[in-house]
Structure formats: C-alpha cells, structure tokens
C-alpha cells in the first residue's frame, strides 16, 4: 500500500482469561510504521460479568497496553469507545504502530457473553 489511509476490523474476542491480548492481538497490516489516528470498540453485547478491557500498542501479541484505551468498562451496557473520548488516564489521541508491533486488547476479568467489533482507523506515511 502506498501512502494513504487504512482500516481495518474484525470481531473482538469474549475472551474467559485475562492475559494480554486476550481479546485481540492484532499484528501491524502494514509492515511499516503506521499512525493509528483512531481505535473504536463497538459493544453490542455487554459481558455478563464486571470487566474492563485496555487496548494499545505493544510489543507482541500476548502483551497488555493501555495507550490507546485504558479501562473502558464493557461489562455494564451495549456502548461505542474510542480513543478520542474515553481513551481514560494512559490513552493518546494518536500513536505510532510499529511495523513488528502489535495492538491489543486485554481484559481484566472474563469476557463472557461479550459480541463486539473493533476499528482501527490508520495513517501509512
């Protein structure tokens, strides 16, 4: 891909453990650095249990981060976040993804019962 925007989504996981990266481990698409300008956790289907969930870069799949999102609850209602609004103590407006770098989403309890989609919104220099 030549220079430009990008985005990519999928479906998080509802992840029953609580290591990093449990509910995504998402691998740079790109292969160069890239800027994510924008992460967007849409949860339709809340967890059935109290659980927060940190999302950010880091430097492999199974790594926790919270530079992005840092404890957004999804276990409570049905609600959109992102690191604009809700990026909480830790979280940035915009952040360099390295090209062997990883985003993740780690839960700190179960994420039993959760159905929700993630979308990275990513600019290529």
């Known amino acids: 891909m030549a220079e430009g925007k990008g ?5 998080l996981t509802a992840a029953t453990t609580t290591a990093g990266g449990d509910a995504l481990g998402l691998a740079n698409p790109e292969g160069v650095e890239i800027f994510v300008t924008r992460l967007v956790l849409d949860i339709t289907t809340p967890a059935t249990g109290v659980a927060n969930v940190d999302a950010g870069i880091a430097a492999d799949a ?8 840092d404890e957004v609850d999804v276990g409570s209602a049905a609600a959109i976040f992102d690191n604009i609004d809700d990026q909480g103590t830790n ?3 915009i952040l360099s993804w390295g090209a062997d770098e990883y985003l993740t989403v780690t839960p700190s309890a179960t994420l039993a019962g959760l159905v929700g989609k993630y979308y990275v919104e990513y600019i290529r220099a």
């Open 7 to 11: 985005c990519l989504t999928g479906s």
């Open 91 to 93: 979280g940035q407006s």
């Open 62 to 69: 199974t790594t926790s981060a919270d530079n992005l999102i």
